[in-house]
């Protein structure tokens, strides 16, 4: 409904023209063409190449602190399963726990 009120004539404009859907269909607009654009596909790009570095540095460090040695005491230089996934375990925990030191979500 389109009325004029005495008083303000910006009152009146924003009264009958900004409505709750008007906004939030701009806003849409806005983040859709926000997301198409390459600003957004960078920011993905950048998020995605810090959580690999927070990633390799934990397996990295997990290989030199308990893989390696295990290798080294044996003949085939091989690890069981439990070692495997204990391994596994140690370098997710390591990776969240780096993330988490810089302030970065990585499983977000």
Do not use: C
Request: hydrophobic content about 45%.
């Amino acid at each position: 409904m389109f009325y004029l009120a005495e008083g303000n004539v910006w009152a009146n404009l924003f009264s009958n023209l900004l409505t709750p859907e008007l906004v939030g269909m701009v806003l849409t607009v806005l983040v859709a063409w926000w997301k198409g654009s390459g600003w957004y596909q960078k920011v993905q790009d950048s998020r995605a190449e810090k959580g690999y570095e927070f990633v390799a540095a934990a397996v990295h460090e997990t290989y030199e602190s308990y893989v390696k040695e295990i290798k080294a005491g044996r003949k085939d230089g091989k690890l069981t399963a439990d070692e495997r996934e204990l391994a596994r375990r140690k370098a997710i925990d390591a990776a969240k726990e780096y993330a988490k030191e810089h302030g970065f979500d990585l499983l977000k």
